[in-house]
Each structure stands twice: as C-alpha cells, then as structure tokens.
C-alpha cells in the first residue's frame, strides 16, 4: 500500500520560495498522479498542482505562474516549488496520489486515496 510523506513547509518570508518534497513509500508514485491540495483555517480544501504518470502538470490560477513541479520517478518523489510568496499563501498542504487517469483534470479531493498528513507552511509579512 503507499504512503506518503511530506517534506518542508515552516515559516516563509512573504516574497520568498516555499519548497515541499512528497515522498512515497511502500510501492511505487511511477504509476500515480501526484498532487498537492492546501487548506487555511476557516477556508475551503483547495487543490494547488498536479502532475500525471505522464508528467502532464496543472496549476491552480492562484500559484500559476510562481509554482513549479517536478517528479522524479528514481528517488519515488515529487518537488514543488511556490516563489515570491504571498500572504494566501499560508495553509496545510496536503500530498495526494492516485492511479486513476483522469484526476489532475477534475482536481477532486474525493478522487485521491492516499493522503499525506500534511505539513504547515506560515507566510510571514
């Protein structure tokens, strides 16, 4: 069964670069779609970047543009790099994987069934 992990998050200067690292572990991300999904106190669970077996990557409009992700199938891991970090910015992120086709176009959290435990990122101004 796989698992993952997060890596990284922690206190961030507004402006700066937020890394996170999702490790997976017990069989393995070759064959998933790998993403990550954040939530802020008070506010609803949202998908931020999605990248497909077939290294097909979509963003959310709120990172587009200052997000990048990467998988390495050797290391079983996927790097997500957000710069010039706002405020908004600030929640849990969440890595999630699933073998199903077609879940980085729907960007469900539904439709992901391994989930990691996340990991807090704070933006400070």
């Known amino acids: 069964q796989l698992h993952v992990v997060e890596y990284g998050g922690g206190l961030v200067q507004a402006g700066g670069s937020l890394r996170l690292r999702c490790t997976g572990y017990?069989?393995?991300?070759?064959?998933?779609?790998v993403g990550w999904f954040r939530q802020a106190p008070g506010k609803e669970r949202e998908g931020v970047a999605c990248i497909s077996d077939k290294f097909i990557i979509n963003y959310a409009e709120s990172v587009k543009g200052r997000a990048t992700f990467f998988r390495d199938n050797d290391k079983e891991e996927v790097l997500l790099e957000i710069k010039n970090l706002k405020p908004e910015d600030a929640a849990t992120y969440y890595c999630v994987a699933d073998r199903k086709m077609y879940v980085c176009d729907t960007m469900a959290p539904s439709d992901f069934a391994t989930w990691g435990q996340g990991t807090q990122v704070t933006v400070s101004s």
């Open positions: 017990g069989r393995t991300l070759e064959d998933h779609s």
